[in-house]
């Protein structure tokens, strides 16, 4: 329960650590669907067949179709992906994790050297993502607006809005009928 416990509070607390290839490169943004869409047709092009729910960009499940690859191949996929993965592998170092070794080793299957100085600063520099408060902002919500202005409806200025809307309202003068030309018979 350990061991899970802390997998899940690495790689599925936060986007920095996400075994989500796609997450690294596109977000949230429509690519990111094309992407998977474009890799699920590679893996079914070479007889991989997906038998579980997860998405094409899962890391785990990438390395289980590079496993069945020929090894240039299998070298020149994760070079393709070094950046993220050498990303992933210096976070990962920088908080302590054993899980370190395992993009540490992806990284020389692939035969790439990283820059991991450059990479420290960089890393050092982001702030965290998995914590309580970075979780909130994730998910707080925006405030609903059903009209343009309906945000200065509302708070401490609302009064003062109110009023000076009052006092641009002009005031009719209506005389009662009985003064009027036409009650009086003029006609």
């Keep these: 329960m350990d061991a899970q416990e802390n997998y899940v509070g690495l790689f599925d607390r936060g986007r920095s ?9 596109h977000g949230e943004s429509r690519d990111r669907g094309q992407a998977m869409v474009d890799l699920m047709a590679v893996y079914e092009k070479n007889g991989f067949v997906l038998d579980s729910r997860e998405l094409p960009d899962y890391l785990p499940l990438f390395l289980e179709y590079l496993s069945k690859r020929p090894q240039q191949e299998a070298e020149q996929w994760l070079g393709e ?10 976070r990962l170092s920088e908080r302590g994790s054993d899980y370190a070794v395992l993009f540490e080793t992806l990284l020389g299957i692939a035969g790439v050297s ?4 450059a990479l420290r600063e960089k890393v050092a520099a982001e702030a965290r993502d998995d914590t309580p408060e970075a979780l909130d902002r994730v998910w707080e919500e925006e405030m609903v607006r059903f009209t343009e202005g309906s945000a200065q409806d509302c708070g401490d200025n609302a009064v003062q809005q ?4 009052i006092d641009q309202v002009r005031p009719l003068h209506i005389q009662p009928m009985s003064q009027s030309p036409a009650a009086s018979g003029a006609n």
Aim: with cysteine.
């Design 17 to 25: 650590l996400s075994l989500l290839l796609f997450e690294h490169v």
């Design 81 to 90: 992906v070094c950046h993220i993965l050498s990303l992933l592998e210096v």
């Design 114 to 117: 990283v820059e991991r100085e």
């Design 162 to 165: 109110r009023r000076a809307q």
